[in-house]
């Protein structure tokens, strides 16, 4: 992964879609959450969600797509969010990662115990910008999905050497995009 490379993560904690585009390793350019209803049969679960990542990926022209490789939903929901990418990215020159649970884990041991909620609140503290929707956490859990999106983006740039995920780091950064 170069530093100028696109990585658009995807976290699916059905019905929510969260999504986070880091512009290389150390830049988050956004993170959302998007419903994704289930409608009446599964097929129409998989044009929703389908219709969802064509417009991730056409607005954000990613280089890497990475998803969760570890199955946390039916077995049906994880091959459905697989199967959509890969056929969203079949003719393009995107590739297409999974990250386990284990490596994402692993990106924040250093810091404190990796659950879910305590990796969201590194990842406010890393990318500040996050603080609003830490905040709603309390009122809409489903905002915990845009934080599995960034937490999986860091798990996948983890990959390639320390991430440089440190405090000074980040105040680093944020002063110079202040």
């Not at 998989?46 to 954000?60: G, K, M, N, V, Y």
């Not at 810091?111 to 009122?139: D, I, N, V, Y």
């Amino acid at each position: 992964m170069s530093a100028k490379s696109r990585t658009l993560a995807i976290a699916w904690n059905a019905p929510y879609l969260g999504f986070a585009v880091f512009n290389g390793p150390q830049r988050l350019r956004v993170s959302g959450i998007r419903a994704v209803a289930k409608r009446s049969d599964d097929n129409d679960l998989s044009i929703h969600l389908q219709d969802h990542i064509r417009r991730l990926i056409r607005r954000f022209s990613p280089s890497v797509i990475a998803i969760n490789g570890t199955v946390k939903h039916t077995r049906f929901e994880s091959a459905t969010l697989l199967r959509v990418v890969k056929e969203e990215t079949s003719s393009g020159s995107i590739e297409v990662v999974t990250v386990k649970d284990e490596e994402i884990r692993s990106s924040f041991e250093r810091f404190t115990e990796p659950t879910r909620f305590s990796m969201a609140a590194w990842a406010t503290l890393f990318f500040p910008k996050l603080t609003a929707h830490f905040l709603r956490l309390q009122r809409k859990p489903q905002y915990l999905g845009l934080f599995d999106a960034v937490s999986l983006g860091i798990g996948y740039m983890s990959r390639f050497g320390d991430y440089q995920l440190t405090l000074s780091a980040a105040r680093e950064r944020n002063s110079l995009h202040a």
